[in-house]
Each structure stands twice: as C-alpha cells, then as structure tokens.
Nanobody, 121 residues
C-alpha cells in the first residue's frame, strides 16, 4: 500500500508559478512511476505529467508542455510538479498518482487527496 499527500496548491495570478509536492509513504513507494492529473469543475480528470521510477523519462500533456516540469527525489519519496506561466485554464484540483507513467487515470493504483490550484486573470 502507498499513501500520497499533495501540497503546494494555492491562488496565483496568471503568469505566475507554483510548485506542487507529492510525498509518498509505504513500502517501496520510491520504485513506482508517478503522475499528476487535474480535474476542473464539471470536467473529467485529465493527465498532466508523468515520470518513470528512475526519473529518466518524463511525459506531458500538450496543454502544459514547455510550462510544467515533473521531477522526483527518490531519497525523499517525493515527486514535484513545477508549474510556470500559469493560465486561468490551469485552475483545477491537482492529484498525484502512483503505479504508472501512462496517460490513462485507470492505470494508476494509488491516489492522493488532491490540492487546489486557482489561477486568477
């Protein structure tokens, strides 16, 4: 079993930056590929970014590529999502997930509780 806790969300103006963190605990938590998803009100959960367990490969949704960066520190069992040049359409609850580096939310076994990101125009 793996537990995930996100932090770092908040309110930011358009063009600003935020860094989300996801702390993992549980057995072999650092050996899982990890991902970030987001869900805006009235919309389906969508893939944002993913990273392999080694950190050597990363994947991004087209809507965030070039603005967001995913990274991990296995020694700290933590995954990060650096979000730059934020836009109002990035407003959503952001979820950390473990168990896959794919884009389909159903392929992830473990989920955090989510952290709210609000971008004002």
């Amino acid at each position: 079993q793996v537990q995930l806790v996100e932090s770092g969300g908040g309110l930011v103006q358009a063009g600003g930056s935020l860094r989300l963190s996801c702390a993992a605990s549980g057995r072999t938590s650092s050996s899982y590929p990890m991902g970030w998803f987001r869900q805006a009100p009235g919309k389906e959960r969508e893939f944002v970014a993913a990273i392999t367990w080694s950190g050597n490969s990363t994947y991004y949704a087209a809507s965030v590529k070039g603005r967001f960066g995913i990274s991990r520190e296995n020694a700290k069992n933590t995954v990060y999502l650096q979000m730059n040049s934020l836009k109002p359409e990035d407003t959503a609850v952001y979820y950390c997930a473990a168990g896959s580096s794919g884009t389909y939310y159903g392929s992830y076994a473990y989920w955090g509780q989510g952290t709210q990101v609000t971008v004002s125009s």
